[in-house]
């Protein structure tokens, strides 16, 4: 029986939509257990344990990409990582899935393989590869083949996950971007990107703030978020340096240097709005395994 720990994750950070990934201190557990036959999925509600359930399905193409065949397994479930979010809880679900049944199957693939697998299941890298890997981390395909490439983060950024109640599905948040994008546009975007990731590896407080901000997504899932117009002014009022959407939200990201910014934004939301604020650290470990 092994045991698999997964972080969460927040992809698009700053301008690298759909590559730039961070691994966050909030993680899933899920169990591998070989059973006689068939199937058993616990510690989800009843409308998951069934066929579908991302983690089995993560499971049962790893196996087959193993060549082996499908042998009966019990999974159990126990993830803090808000679903729908934009917290990474579908890449915790298929890593923790290709992870394990890689670990009962005696460990036939690397990590690079498995990030591969992982990265055609969910469809881009950016999600899969700092919840493999931990970290800060940029990926992009080459040729089918996804590329990592690891950044690391400054140990006095701190960050606060502000996670409404109001899920967005990923689905239809793609679906509002338009198909085509202008020249100025993207080359805000390269700029930004590039600039804010010295930023968060220096810890350079000004060019953080003057790097963060994106064109490719933000400016058209930020109308799914209703408290992102006050949590933008709360940032602006108490000197944040960053703040982002995680992934396709609903969930956004602050960065700051100063933990009393962050829960002085936490106490001013809070006479308004019931989101959740998590204070999480950068997880430099990605997904974890054990025998138990
Ligand atoms: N890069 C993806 C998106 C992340 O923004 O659609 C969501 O999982």
């Known amino acids: 029986m092994f045991l698999v720990s997964v972080p969460a994750t927040s992809a698009n950070v700053g301008a690298g939509f759909d590559c730039l990934g961070l691994a966050l201190s909030m993680r899933g557990n899920f169990t591998f257990k070989k059973i006689e036959d068939g199937f058993m999925i616990k510690g989800c509600e009843k409308a998951y344990c069934n066929e579908d359930n991302l983690v089995y399905v993560a ?12 042998f ?3 999974i159990t479930i126990d993830c803090d990582i808000p679903l729908k979010r934009g917290l990474g809880s579908s890449a915790a679900c298929i890593v923790a899935g290709c992870v394990g049944a890689n670990a009962l199957l005696g460990f036939p693939f690397s990590k690079e393989q498995l990030f591969a697998i992982c990265t055609e299941m969910e469809g881009h890298p950016d999600n899969v590869a700092p919840a493999l890997f931990g970290g800060l981390t940029l990926s992009f395909m080459k040729e089918n083949t996804p590329i990592l490439v690891p950044y690391h983060i400054h140990k006095s950024l701190q960050f606060m996950a502000v996670v409404p109640n109001t899920t967005v599905s990923t689905e239809e948040a793609r679906k509002i971007l338009p198909k085509q994008l202008s020249y100025t546009d993207a080359v805000f975007n390269i700029g ?3 600039a804010f990731l010295r930023g968060l590896e220096t810890g350079d407080t000004q060019l953080i703030k003057s790097a963060f901000g994106d064109r490719l997504h933000e400016p058209y899932r930020k109308q799914l978020i209703p408290e992102y117009p006050l949590l933008e002014q709360l940032c602006r009022r108490f000197d944040a340096l960053a703040l982002l959407i995680s992934g396709s939200g609903s969930t956004m990201l602050i960065i700051s240097n100063e933990t009393k910014n962050l829960k002085q934004i936490e106490q001013e939301l809070s006479k308004v709005s019931d989101a959740a604020c998590h204070h999480l650290k950068v997880e430099q470990e990605g997904a974890l395994v054990k025998e138990i």
């Open 192 to 194: 930004h990107c590039a």
């Open 59 to 70: 499971f049962k193409k790893t196996v087959e990409a193993a060549k082996q065949s499908l």
């Open 72 to 74: 009966g397994v019990e």
